[in-house]
C-alpha cells in the first residue's frame, strides 16, 4: 500500500472502501503482498481464485482453509470476499467434480469471491504467519530464513535472554494447545529461534546448518528424527493450522484499519 493511501483521513478511507470492487481490492493485495515475487515458485494459485459481479467489497472473511464449512460460514456473515491461505487450485488443471464443484457452486451461488495467498503470506516481513510468530515468540534480531526454491519464506532471530523448551512452547501455543510433537535434543535453554510454518519440517536441516537452538514448524516427520537427535537441535511442531492462523489474521486487522472494510475470522481448526 502507498504512503499516501495510508494517509487517508476516515472520511476519505470510507469513500474509497464504498467504490471498491473485487478487482481494486486484487490491486491492492497484490501491492501489499508483493504476490508477483512468488509467480512460478509457489504451486497455489495466488490472489483472486473466483470472481464475483460488480459491486462494493464491504465485508470480508478469512480463513486458513477453503473448505466448504468456510465457505458457508462466508456466505452466513453476508462477506463478498473470503480471503484463505489454502486456496482450490494447486499448480496443475483440475476437473471441477466432487468437492471441488461443490465449494464452487456454493462460492458462485453466493456471489462470494474467494482470494488465496500462500507463500506470499507466509513470507511476508510484517503480516505473514512466520514474522507474526517470530514477534509471539520475542525474537530479536530477525532475518529471513528456509530458502524454498531459492526464496527464504521464513526467519530466525535471537532471544534477548535464553528460555526454556516449556517457556518457547506456551509463547507459539498462548491459548494451550498441546504440539504435534516436540524434539527436545538441543539446549535446555534457548537463544536462537528460526520459524518456518505449516508444512516444513525438512527446514529443519537447515536451522543444524546454522547452529539454531530451537526449530518451529508446524508438521513433524519420521525422517528427520536422527538427523535432529544427533546435531542436538530442538524442534516443535505446533501443528499446521495453528502456526497459519496468525497470517490471514493479520491482512483483516489491515483490511478493517486501511480500508474500513468489515472483517470476520472463520475459525476452522483440524488439529493437526
Known amino acids: 500500500m502507498t504512503n499516501a493511501a495510508r494517509r487517508l483521513s476516515t472520511t476519505a478511507r470510507q469513500a474509497y472502501t464504498q467504490s471498491m470492487d473485487i478487482a481494486e481490492f486484487d490491486a491492492w493485495a497484490q501491492e501489499l503482498l508483493d504476490i508477483s515475487r512468488y509467480s512460478g515458485l509457489d504451486d497455489s494459485l495466488n490472489g483472486l481464485q473466483v470472481g464475483r459481479s460488480g459491486g462494493p467489497v464491504t465485508r470480508m472473511a478469512f480463513a486458513v482453509d477453503a473448505c466448504l464449512e468456510s465457505i458457508r460460514r462466508a456466505r452466513d456473515a453476508g462477506a463478498q470476499v473470503l480471503f484463505v491461505h489454502h ?4 499448480g496443475k488443471p483440475t476437473a471441477i467434480t466432487g468437492t ?51 526464496v527464504k519464506i521464513g526467519f530466525k532471530g535471537r532471544l534477548k535472554a535464553p528460555i526454556t523448551l516449556d517457556e518457547a512452547i506456551a509463547r507459539v501455543l498462548p491459548g ?8 527436545a535434543f538441543g539446549p535446555a535453554r534457548v537463544s536462537t529461534v528460526a520459524v518456518v510454518s505449516g508444512g516444513a519440517p525438512f527446514e529443519a536441516f537447515q536451522a543444524i546448518a546454522e547452529g539454531i537452538d530451537l526449530y518451529v514448524t508446524g508438521e513433524p516427520s519420521h525422517s528427520i528424527y ?23 489474521q493479520a491482512v483483516a486487522g489491515r483490511v478493517a484499519r486501511d480500508l474500513g472494510i468489515a472483517t470476520a475470522f472463520m475459525d476452522y481448526p483440524t488439529g493437526l
Not at 486456496?87 to 494447486?90: D, V
Not at 469471491?113 to 530479536?140: F, K, Q, T, W
Not at 537441535?233 to 497459519?244: D, I, M, Q, S
Open 87 to 90: 486456496g482450490l487450485f494447486w
Open 226 to 248: 536422527h538427523e535432529v537427535m544427533e546435531a542436538g537441535l530442538n524442534v516443535l511442531a505446533a501443528g499446521h493450522y495453528t502456526t497459519e492462523v496468525h497470517g490471514v
Open 176 to 183: 494451550g494447545d498441546s504440539p504435534r510433537s516436540v524434539l
Open 100 to 150: 471441488l464443484r461443490e465449494r464452487i457452486s456454493e462460492l458462485l451461488a453466493a456471489d462470494l469471491a474467494l482470494y488465496a495467498c500462500h507463500l506470499p503470506l507466509d513470507a511476508h516481513a510484517e503480516l505473514g504467519n512466520n514474522a507474526v510468530l517470530a514477534r509471539m515468540i520475542g525474537l530479536a534480531d530477525i532475518e529471513p530464513f528456509g530458502s524454498y526454491h531459492g
